[in-house]
């Protein structure tokens, strides 16, 4: 073999053209699925012109979907810290009966349709649900109303931040938390020293992934909303409402919020993953 044909293989011994055409047509299929579809929708966004566009994000329905979609999301992805950083600290930490189970409960959301998840609170909050009457009679809405859809978005968004921490968690074992122990550090004295620093660039990351989801969801929250314009329709509901109404500009133009907010998620963690990638591979490899 020639020292031309040998310097062009790579370290897996694959010829230059073989890697050129693996790398055409990966950027062909990246183009292809999800450069083009978003290069579509900005088009379509701003086909009636910039102040088509802004009258259909200013417009009443879309401000209530926008504020909605923040207030659902302001609630649900800090409960789910909370959560999270408490399941991953009792799977990674300690050893108890249903270990295996909690953790496999963790994953649920991700194997349960958002349909059915959205479908299981009608079943135990609306007028013929298990706790129904007892709702109505007290005058207390979970149902089309704010409070179904922030548990339907809590349910799906659950295991995005706890799936993140709890391999961290593991990785970096219990010995410093033991050291700090037996320096006459208190239980809490060392969760906030100790072991929440170490996991800070995690947890913003499932943060991150965590809120993405939220603003995102559709499936739970159709169905527990009711699609009552102005009230109980968020971001992708209102985008469906206009879409089957035929405002297919409006549609665009609500649907590239969305857009936006993917493309900033992805960029900030992209960020994270290049000022902290290290460290964050380094605890995984502990």
């Keep these: 073999m020639s020292a031309t044909r040998r310097r062009a293989r790579t370290a897996t011994g694959e010829p230059a053209v073989v890697r050129g055409l693996l790398i055409v047509l990966t950027v062909a299929f990246l183009a292809l699925f999800l450069l083009l579809p978003l ?6 966004a701003f086909a009636g012109g910039v102040k088509a566009y802004f009258a259909a994000i200013t417009e009443s329905d879309a401000l209530a979907a926008i504020r909605l979609t923040l207030i659902a999301a302001a609630i649900a992805v800090p409960l789910n810290a909370v959560f999270g950083v408490a399941a991953a600290w009792a799977i990674a930490k300690f050893e108890f009966r249903g270990k295996n189970l909690l953790t496999t409960l963790i994953d649920l959301p991700f194997s349960v349709s958002p349909v059915i998840a959205g479908m299981v609170f009608i079943l135990l909050f609306g007028a013929h649900g298990w706790f129904g009457a007892w709702l109505i009679e007290h005058d207390v809405k979970i149902v089309f109303a704010l409070p179904g859809i922030v ?39 060392v969760f906030w020293h100790v072991t929440l620093p170490n996991v800070r660039w995690g947890l913003l990351y499932g943060v991150l992934l965590c809120n993405a989801r939220a603003m995102g969801e559709f499936g739970a929250v159709s169905v527990v909303s009711g699609h009552i314009r102005g009230l109980t329709n968020t971001m992708p509901l209102h985008v ?10 409006a549609a665009f133009a609500v649907a590239s919020l969305l857009a936006l907010l993917a493309l900033v998620t992805l960029g900030l963690k992209s960020l994270l993953e290049w000022r902290h990638g290290d460290e964050l591979a380094a605890l995984r490899g502990r």
């Design 39 to 44: 290069a579509l929708m900005f088009a379509q």
């Design 151 to 189: 548990l339907a978005t809590i349910f799906v968004t659950f295991p995005f931040i706890a799936r993140e921490l709890i391999p961290l968690m593991e990785a970096q074992g219990s010995s410093e938390e033991q050291a700090a122990l037996t320096l006459g550090a208190g239980g809490w004295k």
């Design 240 to 249: 469906e409402v206009l879409y089957n109404d035929y405002q297919f500009a």
